[in-house]
């Protein structure tokens, strides 16, 4: 455990992230935030109760209006866990609520975590026991389906559902005045990969999501990227689409 404050990442005038962490062993996806003039809304909540507490310091330390709501991007663990720390009503797809009334219904929490560490020794985990007395999944209240956009004072945001092979509830949450499109981990493989390479990537998808309103690329697990580092990938994946098909 770290006490030392988080470090805050500021991509847009009103759109700041907690960058994912670098150490893989840790799967702490990024965490978006909106700041309006009166409210924060976070995008993905953290993957535990000590990382939520640490977001709301992080949020303190910038004066940012008080959290109103959490919209996930998917269901997942890592995205989900440190909801409950909030106390404020979440948003996200349909199927979302679903997964996690489902995850809720067969008890998903602790038991769940040691399994992904008995497979993954190298798995670093953020949890005391006093946080798994508190710990409870928190399911949206609010959910879409398709697309839909909100009204957040002046900001706007939208939300399309995208599905995909890593989580069939994937929504990506545009930030439609600055740019910020957030991923989640909507073009990633399927989770049951412990060590997914880039060539599993649905670059089909990320093609797809190309905006020319958007030059900010936030997803779970990498450094946010900009229109030009999207382009260079998709390219040297058909490069190597390429090649491969060429041997
Ligand atoms: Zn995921």
């Given at each position: 455990?770290?006490?030392?404050?988080?470090?805050?990442t500021?991509?847009?005038?009103?759109?700041?992230?907690?960058?994912?962490?670098?150490?893989?062993?840790?799967?702490?996806?990024?965490?978006?935030?909106?700041?309006?003039?009166?409210?924060?809304?976070?995008?993905?909540?953290?993957?535990?109760?000590?990382?939520?507490?640490?977001?709301?310091?992080?949020?303190?330390?910038i004066?940012?209006?008080?959290?109103?709501?959490?919209?996930?991007?998917?269901?997942?663990?890592?995205?989900?866990?440190?909801a409950?720390?909030?106390?404020?009503?979440?948003?996200?797809?349909?199927?979302?609520?679903?997964?996690?009334?489902?995850?809720?219904?067969?008890?998903?929490?602790?038991a769940?975590?040691?399994?992904?560490?008995?497979?993954?020794?190298?798995?670093?985990?953020?949890?005391?026991?006093?946080?798994?007395?508190?710990?409870?999944?928190?399911?949206?209240?609010?959910?879409?389906?398709?697309?839909?956009?909100l009204?957040?004072d002046?900001?706007?945001?939208?939300?399309?559902?995208?599905?995909?092979?890593?989580?069939?509830?994937?929504?990506?949450?545009?930030?439609?005045?600055?740019?910020?499109?957030?991923?989640?981990?909507?073009?990633?493989p399927?989770?049951?990969?412990?060590?997914?390479?880039?060539?599993?990537?649905?670059?089909?998808?990320?093609a797809?999501?190309?905006?020319?309103?958007?030059?900010?690329?936030?997803?779970?697990?990498?450094?946010?990227?900009?229109?030009?580092?999207?382009?260079?990938?998709?390219?040297?994946?058909?490069?190597?689409?390429?090649?491969?098909?060429?041997?």
């Open positions: 455990m770290t006490n030392s404050p988080l470090k805050l500021q991509i847009s005038p009103n759109v700041w992230i907690l960058p994912r962490h670098p150490d893989k062993n840790r799967v702490q996806a990024t965490v978006g935030m909106v700041l309006t003039a009166k409210q924060t809304i976070l995008i993905d909540a953290g993957n535990s109760l000590q990382l939520a507490r640490q977001i709301q310091a992080a949020l303190a330390a004066d940012a209006p008080p959290i109103s709501h959490i919209i996930y991007t998917h269901h997942h663990w890592d995205h989900s866990f440190g409950c720390v909030y106390g404020v009503p979440v948003i996200a797809h349909q199927l979302s609520r679903q997964f996690l009334s489902q995850m809720q219904q067969e008890n998903v929490g602790e769940y975590l040691r399994t992904k560490v008995e497979r993954n020794p190298k798995l670093i985990l953020d949890w005391t026991a006093e946080d798994w007395a508190e710990f409870e999944l928190v399911l949206p209240e609010i959910t879409y389906e398709g697309q839909k956009r009204q957040f002046d900001v706007s945001l939208e939300l399309v559902s995208v599905g995909g092979i890593h989580a069939a509830d994937s929504t990506v949450i545009k930030v439609v005045n600055e740019g910020v499109m957030f991923l989640g981990d909507c073009y990633y399927a989770p049951r990969y412990e060590e997914p390479t880039d060539q599993m990537l649905d670059m089909a998808m990320l797809n999501l190309l905006d020319e309103q958007y030059d900010h690329y936030i997803d779970g697990h990498n450094a946010p990227m900009q229109t030009r580092h999207v382009r260079r990938i998709l390219r040297s994946q058909a490069l190597l689409a390429r090649l491969n098909s060429s041997r």
